[in-house]
Structures are given as structure tokens and as C-alpha cells.
């Protein structure tokens, strides 16, 4: 722990459209999983709280929901916290798709940004996957939208250029006493992190049709005397058809979805850990506030 009198600390919030690699990027400085992630949008549900520790600073990265245009309740309450996470925090990362570009989401989070005074950092992500000669020009044109402070060229997912980043959030962190133990991770509390870690399997496992209507809840977790814990979990499924695809034939795909998920946390957790999947129909849940309230999202009816 470094002396009281030299630390700093902040919080960043990570936004931007669907996709565009916040998850990965949280992972990659964090240097463990603490949020999940998939190819498919919209994977982060609720925010989550990573901590870095670079020398004297703690930075507290806020992973955000996808920002994008809300049709359901469910839909709403994310791109709420999304928001909400930026407002809570001292300033805001906006992580840009250099592959997809300037797309309308982008602008429209540009638009809502400008209207905010605080300082914004730009990050454009996946710069491998495009011609270098690209970048100049989409980063030119994404500062005549907003005049970003500080610009960075990432590949979150081949961690390149996050050294820079995250020594440049180091140094502009306030001076002030940590706001987590030097030895925690995240915020995410271990019965939230195992319905996630279960719902990135069904995202990662299904068809398209199934992962946005499939929402995990752990409904039990006991602790067991070998040190070992039993986790029960209950996946709510809006139709009977989407819940005859997650259970698949004979059972397969549930039993294959449980089984990446426990040797995943298993891993995490570094202890074993029993797993049980329950799946139960429930039409119309992303519109219930008490299952939204449920993923530890804000539920503004």
C-alpha cells in the first residue's frame, strides 16, 4: 500500500456504441476477466467497477452498457446506466470502433457528450483491423464533432497502446485515499459474477434469437466445508421456443453451457465450484422492473 498522503484516485466511465470492445478493453487493463464479453452487442447489462493500481494512483474504470436506441424497458434501464456511469465519474472514455467508424450511434454520443462539461478522452479501437492511413483522417474528423483532450490508438483485445492509456489515466487522477483495498479486482459481488459468467456462455452458445431475451439470476449460492461452493442458478427465457434452443437436444447445449461456465469460475474463483442450471419461461420479463431491479440495473418504469 502506498503512504496515504501520495495516493490518487478516479473514476473513468468507458462508453460507447455497442461492440465497440469496452469489455475487452476493462479485461485487458485490468489483467483478469471482471466483465464478460461476446461477439454479439449488447453483452454488458449494468455497470461494472474495475480497479487498476498504477504506483500511487487507484483508477476505477466504469464498464458501461452498450449505448444504443432503447425499445424495451430492459433496454432503457441499460442505456440509463450507461449515462448514469458517465455522469457519476470524473471524466469519460469514449471508445470508438475504428473499423466501423463515424456510424450514428457515435454521433449521437458525441452530441450528448458535448452537451456535458467534463473532460473526454478518445480512444478508436481495432486500429489492426484497418489501413493505417484511415486513422489520421477518423480522428481529425472525430475532433471537429468534440475536441477530445488526449487521443489514443488501441487494440484492446491485442493489448497494444493500453500502456500508454492507462499511465496517462495514472497521472491525472486526483490526489486523494484509495477507494477499494489494494487486493480488490472489481466490484462485482460473486453470485452476480457467476449469472454472468453463465449468460456469456448462453451468448456465446446460442442463437441470435436467444441471448437478448435470456436473463440469469443466482438464486442460491452455499458455501460447503472443502472450501468448495454450490452455485444455483436460474435462466428466465421469454419464449418456449428460444427455451427449447438453450436446452437442446437430449439436454446438450444446457449441460455443455454449464459446464464451460463452472470450469470458468472455477478458474476465477480459484476453488471448485457446483454449478446448477434451472431454466424456467417467463414471457415479457425484460419489461417486469423487478427482474431489471434483479440484474442491478435502475428501473425507471
Not at 211 to 218: C, D, G, L
Request: aromatic share 4%; proline share 6%; glycine share 8%.
Amino acid at each position: 500500500m502506498t503512504d496515504q498522503e501520495t495516493q490518487r484516485c478516479g473514476f473513468v466511465a468507458i462508453l460507447g456504441a455497442p461492440n465497440a470492445g469496452k469489455s475487452t478493453l476493462v479485461n485487458a487493463m485490468a489483467g483478469t476477466k471482471v466483465t464478460i464479453v461476446s461477439p454479439k452487442p449488447q453483452t454488458t447489462r449494468f455497470r461494472v467497477r474495475a480497479v487498476l493500481i498504477e504506483g500511487p494512483a487507484q483508477i476505477i474504470l466504469v464498464d458501461t452498457p452498450g449505448i444504443f436506441a432503447p425499445r424495451r424497458r430492459l433496454d432503457r434501464a441499460m442505456v440509463s446506466a450507461a449515462w448514469g456511469g458517465a455522469k457519476d465519474a470524473d471524466f469519460a472514455l469514449l471508445l470508438v470502433d475504428a473499423k466501423s467508424g463515424i456510424t450514428e450511434t457515435v454521433r449521437g454520443i458525441i452530441e450528448r457528450l458535448a452537451q456535458q462539461q467534463r473532460p473526454v478522452w478518445l480512444a478508436l479501437n481495432k486500429v489492426d483491423l484497418i489501413p493505417p492511413e484511415t486513422l489520421l483522417p477518423l480522428a481529425a474528423e472525430l475532433h471537429r464533432m468534440l475536441p477530445f483532450a488526449e487521443t489514443f490508438m488501441i487494440s484492446a483485445e491485442k493489448k497494444r497502446g493500453l500502456e500508454k492509456l492507462r499511465t496517462k489515466l495514472a497521472e491525472v487522477m486526483q490526489p486523494g485515499p484509495w477507494m477499494f483495498p489494494e487486493d480488490e479486482l472489481s466490484d462485482l459481488p460473486n453470485r452476480m459474477l457467476a449469472a454472468e459468467v453463465v449468460r456469456e456462455q448462453i451468448l456465446r452458445q446460442t442463437h441470435e434469437e436467444v441471448p437478448h431475451h435470456a436473463s440469469v439470476e443466482t438464486e442460491q449460492w452455499t458455501e460447503r466445508p472443502d472450501g468448495s461452493a454450490r452455485v444455483d442458478c436460474t435462466i428466465y427465457i421469454a419464449r418456449a421456443t428460444q427455451k427449447a434452443i438453450l436446452i437442446g437436444e437430449g439436454g446438450a447445449r444446457i449441460k455443455e453451457i454449464g459446464k464451460r461456465a463452472r470450469l470458468e469460475l472455477t478458474a476465477l474463483l480459484e476453488r471448485p465450484i457446483h454449478l446448477f442450471l434451472n431454466v424456467k419461461e417467463r414471457p415479457g420479463w425484460d419489461e417486469e422492473g423487478g427482474r431489471i431491479r434483479a440484474l442491478g440495473l435502475e428501473d425507471d418504469g
